[in-house]
């Protein structure tokens, strides 16, 4: 293999990076109602709505995938933020939307996969016909949605300020604030800032 050869793969791998990073979330109007959905949970492999995965007090909804950059910076606080507040009557439910056609990495015995290696102890959901991701406005992964009570939408956007490489650390302060605020009965006062990741990978 030449060192052209080389270069031109170097080439085309930054360039696939550059194409999927640096999406940000559309930011759903707060106080929408949260969509219902059925989906299956790829570690169960049974399907499962809305109404059966919602937190007594809170419901954290974030689309994520298994390959993005983005969601991988953040995997290991996503688990311990559902770990966090579960005692605290707030349920966190995970979709992935992905063409897996075109990014197998995302196919569902991978998301099951990912669950295990990552300790998630939230349901990791296929959304295979794309529309749950449509109903919800979401963009990127990872897009993040919390919902009070009533199913009601009260923050949606970024994890924290951590992005790959930018040395922030990640803390989850922004979802940790806006869950605070619904378990205190509080108004979240703070900005709500876009998340910002991969776009969603759309079938064609």
């Not at 290696?117 to 794309?130: A, K, R, S, W």
Request: charged letters at 25%; hydrophobic letters at 35%.
């Amino acid at each position: 293999m030449s060192i052209w050869n080389i270069d031109y793969k170097i080439v085309g791998y930054y360039l696939k990076y550059i194409n999927m990073a640096r999406t940000p979330s559309n930011m759903l109007p707060l106080g929408t109602q949260a969509p219902s959905f059925n989906l299956v949970d790829t570690v169960t492999e049974k399907k499962y709505s809305l109404r059966e995965l919602k937190g007594i007090h809170a419901t954290v909804i974030m689309f994520i995938c298994n390959h993005c950059p983005f969601v991988k910076h953040v995997n290991s606080e996503l688990s311990k933020l559902a770990k966090d507040y579960k005692s605290k009557g707030v349920n966190f439910i995970a979709i992935s939307s992905n063409d897996i056609e075109n990014y197998p990495e995302d196919a569902p015995n991978k998301m099951k996969e990912n669950v295990i290696e990552q300790g998630f102890i939230f349901p990791y959901l296929f959304d295979q016909t794309q529309e749950v991701a449509k109903a919800y406005d979401a963009a990127c992964t990872p897009d993040f949605y919390v919902f009070d009570q009533d199913l009601k939408l009260t923050y949606r956007g970024q994890l924290d300020d951590s992005r790959p490489g930018n040395n922030i650390p990640v803390t989850g302060t922004d979802i940790r604030h806006a869950l605070n605020c619904i378990i205190e009965n509080k108004e979240n006062t703070a900005i709500q800032k876009p998340s910002i990741g991969c776009n969603i990978k759309w079938k064609e």
